[in-house]
């Protein structure tokens, strides 16, 4: 999908791009765009849920103006890896590890869904920073919607293999490796598996995942 965000003053809106199940156990993966003032950066928000439960969020500062021209955000999940990625470069990488107990969305069909809110409790500062209703109406702009996945019905069988389940897919080359080390040593602020303020435990796919 390609986004054009909300330009000027977009303090505490959420700009929402994302895929979610339908059951009160859901499984959802996330990109958030969090506003801000003018002159100050939008941080781009992403997170996983897996049967209800998300806290895995990681935070960047993108590195050009999202809201002067439209940029593609795509999601690549298969049953190894889910890849975030802007103008095709990896931003993030969350892997099947299901094999040492890490919950990953396997089992439920997903919808895409976009959505413009107000988040101006949490989204920009911490919440110290609210909407400017003066400056309404708040626009996003979308074109280039391209999807492709299994339709899914109660009376559907499990995907079988595609394109997106071949080896090239199930991993990153060595192009896209640089490409996500650059943007977390770069533009990342936040990462859940480090923060102490949550949890003194590193989630055990911290190591786990490029």
């Known amino acids: 999908m390609k986004i054009k965000l ?6 505490g809106t959420v700009t929402a791009y994302y895929m979610s199940s339908d059951s009160s156990s859901h499984d959802e993966i996330d990109f958030e765009f969090l ?5 100050k950066p ?3 928000q992403t997170n996983v849920f897996v049967s209800g439960v998300g806290n895995r969020e990681q935070r960047i500062k993108l590195w050009f103006d ?9 999601i690549l999940w298969n049953h190894k890896q889910i890849l975030f990625s802007v103008d095709s470069i990896p931003i993030r ?12 969305p396997t089992k439920q069909p997903m919808n895409i869904i976009s959505s413009l809110w107000d988040g101006d409790n949490w989204a920009t500062d911490g919440g110290k920073v609210k909407i ?18 299994c339709a899914a019905s109660n009376s559907s069988a499990p995907c079988s293999e595609q394109w997106w389940d071949e080896s090239e897919f199930q991993g990153l080359s060595q192009d ?6 650059w943007v977390r040593k770069n533009y990342m602020f936040y ?20």
């Not at 896209?176 to 080390?181: I, T």
């Open 6 to 11: 909300i330009a000027g003053n977009s303090a």
């Open 35 to 39: 506003g801000n003032i003018p002159g």
């Open 42 to 44: 939008y941080h781009l």
């Open 66 to 74: 999202p809201s002067a021209d439209f940029h593609n955000y795509s």
């Open 93 to 104: 990488v969350f892997k099947n590890n299901e094999a040492v107990a890490v919950p990953y």
């Open 132 to 149: 400017d209703w003066s400056k309404a109406p708040f626009i996003v702009s979308f074109q280039a919607f391209e999807v492709d996945g």
């Open 176 to 181: 896209q490796l640089n490409k996500l080390q």
């Open 191 to 210: 990462d859940y598996c480090k923060d102490e303020s949550r949890s003194s435990r590193v989630p055990s796919e911290y190591a786990l995942n490029p």
